[in-house]
Every structure is written in C-alpha cells, then in structure tokens.
C-alpha cells in the first residue's frame, strides 16, 4: 500500500499515462482458465489413451494416428484412465463456472463491444494477416484488439462452450439425451469433444507466439490491466479533448 | 463519453471514421498516471505471484492427499458430488434412446474377469439374497425367461470411450424383483451383483436397477449369449457404463449398504450413471 496514491484519486483534467486494457475481473478469469484448460486436456488425454481411435487418413491409409505410443509415455499418459476421469470431470466443473462467469461479465460490463467483430472483421482480419506476414505495409485500423484477435478470441469461447456441451453430452448420454441427439449423436460428440482439443493446442501455440511478437508491455497489460499509452494514442486523446466541430 | 446519435444516421461510415471510433472505444476506459501505473504493477507482481504459487501449491495438495479407494480423497469427494447432483437429476421415466435393430452389431466381449468357462448354463442356479445374505431364492434360467419378454436396441457406452448399439433381449429387473416384495423391507437403496465366484462384482443403485430398460439379459442379437459375453444372464443397463453390465451372474443380493463394486476399488466412480 502508498498511502498518496490510494488517498489521492489522479485529477480528472490529466488525461494520465497508461489506459486500462483488461479490466480485474477478465485478468483474474483468464489466468484461471489458463491452468484450468491444461488440466482439462492432460486428464482428457488420459482418458483418450484408453480408446485412442483417430487418426488422420482415409480407408487403410493413415497419415497421422492420435498418438503415437512414445506420446503417452513420455507424457505418463497411459493407464492412467481411472484418475484421468476423476480429475477431468472435477475440474471440468470449474472450467464450465469459469467459463460462464467469463461470458456473463464480458455482457455486463460491455466489454463484449471490445471482442465483437464487426462487419469488415473478415477484410481486416485477412489484411492483419498479411501486415504479420510483411506482405502489405499498413495494419487495418483497430480499437483494444484487431479484428484477427476478435474473431480467434470469440471463436474461442465459443468453442469452450462447444467443449462444456459435448462434454457433458458424452458424461451423461441419456439423461442428456435430447443434447446427444442434437449434436448428431454419441460418437459425433465425442469426434468433436477430441477436435475441439486439437484446436485448443493449435490457438495456443497461434496466441504465445503473437504474444511473444507483440512483446512485454502487451503481455503484462494481461497482468497488471493497465498499458502506457503509445504515442499516437496519446495523440489522439488530445486530438477528442478538442471540440469536434458540430454536425451539420 | 457518448454524444447522443442523430436520428438519422449516414448510412456507412467511412474507414477514417470507423479508425477514430475504434480508437476512442479502446480509449474510454480509466487513465491512470505513471505514478499509479508503476504501482499497479508492482502490486500485480506481487499478487500474481502469491495466486501462481497458491495455484501450484493446491494442485500439488490435490495430488498428495489421503487416497480413498485409489484415488485422492477430494477426487473421490467429487465423484460423491458429482453423484448426489445427478442423482438429484434423474427422471425414471427419461428413456435412453433406441434404434433401429439393423444398426446394431454384436460388440466384442471386453473382459473377462470372474467368467468360468466350464460353468455349464444349464446346471447354473442364480442366487437370490436379501439384506443380511440371507438366501430368498434359486432360480434357473427358465424361471428368469418366465417373466415378460423385453427387446431393446440401445448403445452400449464402455468407460474406454468406444460404444457399440447392441440388440438384448431378456426380463425387467423390475418385474423380477417384484417377486421378492413381500420377502424384503421396504426401500432397500441398494443391489449388488456377483459372478458365481464373486470374483468380479458390482454395486447399483435401486433407481437405476428399477429403470424400464435395465434388463437380466439372456440373449443379444438374438441370439443367448456366449460364454465371454456372460451367459447364461447378464446385466444390461443403458444407465452405467459397460463395466457395471455384470456377466454371468451368480448372485443378486438387494442391500441396504452401498455394495463393493471391483472397479471403484481400483480408483473408478461408484455411481458412473448415465
């Protein structure tokens, strides 16, 4: 605790340094899912094991089995199908809980304005990938996340709701019946419950890269909530602190 | 901050106007100065530090609990809560879905504790126990083939993940129970299911045992079932898991514990309802 900077509220006329980017209850929401999603998938494999049917191939011809036996080994994988379960569906209540209240404080507070893609996300987002990519000279203009960002990360809970509904349709098939028969029955589920997984893997290896590409100040803004104002930020702040001129 | 939009909006926004909104939503939000910046992070570190340490701590205290059954004692509590929720949920009327008799296949026989090849099913006797072992009844598998005949064509689920839809034929344990009433108290929660040795045994829940569709199965595919696939009666339930379709029973005893169940010794949930 500094006793001048928490009995002090910073004078409202300064516009100030460092602008919040992820408010608490997001920051605290994210870092708990981070762990949680790794449980989720390490117990989830190990229940895998146990039934490890897919492979990428067509008849006899397999490219790609999921896994390899070395894969299960070297990560104690194996026969563990007992546990696997006991943790997976312990803490897969929490990731749901987390989960919801994610999506329910992201409505109420009106940061979904900040996630949501709007109607040139596609253009923006096909444009961000060709400014990462050093293949054309100018990022699409943005507000807290560009459109990649908005649609990989609305994307991403939608899948973790896909996850918690296959879920659970697949833990209990006939008092959940009627959600088994909608997501095109047992088997289906569970081919989505294992590829939703995979995309799980690919966003994250996709998100530590970008956040390694965008550097500390971002990541810690992750953090601590708050990131210092670029330049041009600053600028445009003082730019809407002039009077716009009136509409005619 | 909002101004209040003209009644009459442009029908587009140019890009240049859509760049100065998208950066003034991301800048409505609080400005701090670098002072207070500076000590938002110190705090962060030091807060977020304590929560990654206190996050490893408990999940380590997780894994190195007391085990209960094979488990850590905390799994094995929310198996318990798991249970209770479900068990709260549960509908008797809610029947899993059936299917048509040409998708099913007969399943390969997974297992084969406590099965005695050379038991011969026609000298094979089911036991019949109430609460304190006491016998109630022996009855042959006729006895069992008296009762109402029932078809069924559900999906079998095995823990493993695989699942199969399976044809059955065989009697309601319901209607089978039915002629022990008079010979037990009232509202026993519990039945147990061994094979003739009691080398592999299960523990059920009544509800479940009392479901339209679990079935003492003599037949699949119409055929009576084989030796590996628990002949002369097994259990079949679209309720639990394949571990808890116990073959080739020897013994049915309806308790008023909860029974011993083989798998739940070796870290498995008791309940595993469906």
């Given at each position: 605790m ?13 516009p ?8 608490r ?9 981070f762990?949680?999603l790794a449980v ?23 490219l ?13 994988l194996n026969r563990?199908?007992a ?8 803490f897969?209540?929490?990731f ?10 992201t ?6 304005r900040?996630?949501c893609?709007?109607?040139?996300a596609?253009?923006d987002a ?6 990462d ?10 507000g807290r996340?560009n ?7 609305v994307?991403i ?9 296959t879920g659970?349709?697949?833990y209990?098939p006939?008092?959940l ?13 569970r081919?989505i ?6 995309l799980?893997?690919?966003?994250f290896?996709?998100h ?5 590409r ?6 810690w ?5 708050y990131?210092?104002l670029k330049?041009d930020e600053?600028a ?13 | 901050?909002?101004t ?9 926004e140019t ?7 998208l950066?003034?939503?991301m800048l409505?939000?609080p ?6 910046f500076?000590?938002k ?13 206190a996050g490893?701590?408990?999940w ?14 905390l799994l094995?509590?929310?198996?318990r ?5 479900w068990?709260?949920l549960y509908?008797p009327d809610?029947?899993?879905p059936?299917?048509?008799v040409?998708r099913s296949r007969?399943?390969i026989?997974?297992?084969?504790l406590?099965?005695?090849?050379d038991?011969d099913?026609?000298?094979?006797m089911?036991?019949?126990e ?6 109630l ?14 078809e069924m064509t ?10 199969e839809i399976?044809?059955?034929t065989?009697a309601?344990?319901?209607d089978?129970a039915a002629r ?13 299911l061994?094979?003739?040795?009691g080398?592999?045994?299960?523990g059920?829940d ?10 003492l ?5 119409g ?6 696939h628990?002949?002369?009666l097994?259990?079949?339930t ?5 571990v ?5 029973i020897g013994?049915i005893?309806?308790?008023?514990e ?12 008791w309940y595993?309802?469906?």
């Open positions: 500094t006793p001048s900077a928490s009995n002090e509220p910073p004078p409202p006329a300064e100030g340094r460092a602008v919040q980017k992820h408010p209850a997001v920051r605290w929401m994210h870092w708990v899912n762990p949680l989720m998938i390490w117990s989830g494999l190990r229940i895998y094991w146990a039934d490890d049917v897919y492979r990428i191939g067509w008849g006899g011809w397999t790609f089995a999921f896994f390899p036996d070395g894969f299960y080994e070297v990560l104690d563990h199908l546990r696997g379960m006991a943790y997976h569906y312990f897969g209540w929490l749901t809980i987390n989960g919801i209240l994610y999506v329910g404080y409505v109420v507070s009106g940061e979904w900040h996630l893609p709007d109607r040139h596609l253009r096909w444009h961000t990938a060709l400014h990519l050093h293949l054309r000279k100018t990022p699409p203009p943005q996340y459109a990649a960002q908005r649609l990989t990360y994307g809970i939608i899948m973790g709701a896909g996850s918690v509904l659970l349709a697949i209990k006939t008092q019946a009627w959600l088994v028969t909608l997501l095109g029955g047992y088997t289906f589920a081919t419950h294992f590829v939703l997984t995979l799980y893997v690919a966003f290896v996709v530590l890269a970008q956040v390694v965008a550097g500390w100040s971002n990541f803004g992750m953090v601590m909530g990131e210092r330049p600053a445009g702040l003082a730019d809407s602190d002039t009077e716009p001129p009136e509409a005619p | 901050m909002t209040p939009e003209p009644p009459s909006r442009p029908p587009r890009d240049q106007e859509r760049a100065v909104r950066q003034a939503e409505d939000a400005m701090i100065s670098e002072a207070a500076r000590t992070s110190r705090r962060a570190f030091v807060v977020g530090g304590a929560a990654a340490l490893f701590l408990g380590r205290w997780i894994g190195t609990q007391h085990e209960v059954e094979n488990i850590p004692f094995r509590e929310g198996h809560l798991n249970e209770q929720l068990r709260g509908n809610r029947l899993a059936t299917f048509a040409s007969m399943p026989a997974n297992g084969s406590g099965l005695r090849s038991l099913p026609d000298a094979w089911l036991r019949v109430g609460p304190d072992g006491a016998l009844d022996t009855l042959d598998l006729a006895a069992v083939q008296a009762l109402p005949r029932v559900t999906e079998l689920k095995c823990i493993e993940g695989w699942s399976v044809h059955w065989g309601r344990f319901s089978f022990y009433v008079n010979q037990l108290p009232e509202g026993l929660p519990y039945v147990s061994a094979t003739p040795d080398d592999y045994y299960v059920m009544m509800a479940s045992m009392m479901h339209a569709q679990t079935l199965c003599y037949a699949m595919q055929a009576p079932l084989t030796m590996f628990g002949a002369p097994r259990l079949v679209p309720l639990k898991y394949g808890k379709l116990l073959k080739q013994i005893r309806f308790s008023a909860r029974p011993a169940d083989y798998w739940t010794e070796r870290g498995y949930d595993i309802g469906h």
